[in-house]
T-cell receptor
């Protein structure tokens, strides 16, 4: 099975509330993590990333938290807006296929629905 | 901004046809990837390439082949399309290194009848 997964397949929040999307990973050697957003009918879009030497990184309205002790990653979206409705994927970077880098392992995604 | 383009947004083909999906990136990235995305299965890697004329099998290469004759272009080929290849196909590109963000194209929705 995949080493990256999500606790919840769907999440519904009220507009203006904060959203938290969680992700568990199993490879303690992974050292780079990314969150993607995928809107309906579009390709995944990079949101924010974090390296394993950090435990928190902030962007515009988004924060990623990394807990290496329990191998857990979360994406926090502040003041969630209708435009945030999408599927969110986490991904980890690990070396595979004979050592070539650049391959990501993706979680299956969490669908975020924002209620007006 | 990184731009990854795919030749078609929607494609309908018949069983047994040969299908070409083209992907072009404009950021001089070494790595390029083809995924398929199916409900409940997430993103699955079909093939990737880390250099011109180089290719590596991903998790589900059966029934597919690829071509990378130029750095900016990566083609996915279905030699004989089958109905179980109906899917969303996503191309991505990225650099090599520890921080390997992949940038995705808009996707091609392929239907095989």
């Amino acid at each position: 099975g995949e080493s990256v997964g999500l606790h919840l397949p769907t999440l519904s929040v009220q507009e203006g509330d904060n959203s938290i999307i969680n992700c568990a990973y199993s490879n303690s050697a992974s050292d780079y993590f990314i969150w993607y957003k995928q809107e309906s009918g579009k390709g995944p879009q990079f949101i924010i990333d974090i390296r394993s030497n950090m435990d928190k990184r902030q962007g515009q309205r988004v924060t990623v938290l990394l807990n290496k002790t329990v191998k857990h990653l979360s994406l926090q979206i502040a003041a969630t807006q209708p435009g945030d409705s999408a599927v969110y994927f986490c991904a980890e970077n690990m070396t595979r296929y004979g050592g070539s880098q650049g391959n990501l392992i993706f979680g299956k995604g969490t669908k975020l629905s924002v209620k007006p | 901004d990184v731009k990854v383009t795919q030749s078609s947004r929607y494609l309908v083909k018949r069983t047994g046809e040969k299908v070409f999906l083209e992907c072009v990136q404009d950021m001089d990235h070494e790595n390029m990837f083809w995924y398929r995305q199916d409900p409940g299965l997430g993103l699955r890697l079909i093939y990737f390439s880390y250099d011109v004329k180089m290719k590596e099998k991903g998790d589900i290469p059966e029934g597919y082949s690829v071509s990378r004759e130029k750095k900016e272009r990566f083609s996915l080929i279905l030699e004989s399309a089958s109905t179980n290849q109906t899917s969303m196909y996503l191309c991505a590109s990225g650099t090599s290194g520890v921080t390997d963000t992949q940038y995705f194209g808009p996707g091609t929705r392929l239907t095989v009848l």
